[in-house]
């Protein structure tokens, strides 16, 4: 949905809207019997979807996730890319509970299980989670080439922090910042179909043609962004 629609700044004099919009990150089209309102607690999928590892059967246990596979600890633990950590398992360099590990695709609990990588006992990070209010003129990208300010550069010990999704530039506003990736992901790709809520300042009033354009949908790049409702308010 990023990009769907600005905020504009009020001119002198004129009228201010806000235009609430309940919309969806563009998605592939999902049939209407499966289009529902929810709410979205971190870690979870959203109501009324159907988890990756299927429908657990009546009666029985609830699912239990699979151990992440080890080059994804290792590069949760800063030791690179997945490639880089790849290559480090194939060159003999990582043992799990003293034993040489070699094989691609391994996986392991690291709560109960002693990595270590050229003789040294990996350490797991701790997740981190801030609610930050997103100045005017910071940008949300983790990386400028032209030093600007940036989300994570007002966060104390920022490495290995990033935002999750983005706010322009030239907006403010609530903006998640954390170290936890599988959270990010659950949160942001399409798949998951997490709805926001869009509080958008505009100058004039809002046509009935902008609105239809908006309930209709917006393709975007990367697909149709599905707006859910609108509400129009005098500000």
Same mark, same amino acid.
């Given at each position: ?22 919309? !969806? ?57 997945? !490639? ?6 194939? +060159? ?40 930050? $209010? ?13 030093? !600007?300010?940036?989300?994570? +550069? ?25 170290? +936890? ?7 942001? $790709? ?8 869009? $509080? ?15 309930? +209709? ?15 129009? !308010?005098?500000?």
């Amino acid at each position: 949905m990023d990009g769907l629609i600005r905020s504009s700044t009020r001119p002198e004099g004129g009228l201010e809207w806000v235009m609430i919009v309940n919309a !969806r990150r563009a998605s592939k089209p999902q049939p209407k019997s499966s289009r529902r309102s929810a709410t979205v607690r971190p870690g979870n999928t959203r109501s009324g979807s159907k988890p990756r590892g299927g429908k657990p059967k009546a009666g029985g246990p609830p699912a239990v996730a699979e151990n992440p596979r080890l080059q994804k600890v290792l590069a949760m633990c800063g030791y690179g890319s997945r !490639r880089q950590c790849e290559e480090l398992i194939t +060159d003999g360099r990582v043992e799990i509970d003293r034993t040489v590990v070699t094989e691609l695709g391994v996986r392991v609990d690291p709560e109960t299980q002693q990595v270590r990588v050229d003789g040294v006992t990996l350490k797991m990070p701790r997740f981190k989670y801030f609610l930050l $209010h997103k100045p005017v003129n910071v940008i949300s990208t983790a990386r400028d080439p032209w030093a !600007r300010t940036r989300v994570i +550069d007002l966060v104390a010990d920022a490495d290995r922090l990033f935002t999750v999704g983005r706010l322009d530039k030239s907006s403010s506003g609530l903006i998640l910042v954390t170290n +936890d990736g599988d959270l990010a992901h659950q949160l942001t $790709h399409p798949s998951f179909e997490v709805e926001k809520t869009y $509080h958008v300042v505009v100058a004039g009033n809002p046509t009935r043609e902008t609105l239809k354009q908006l309930r +209709d949908g917006v393709y975007l790049a990367e697909g149709k962004a599905s707006v859910e409702r609108i509400t129009v !308010r005098k500000a």
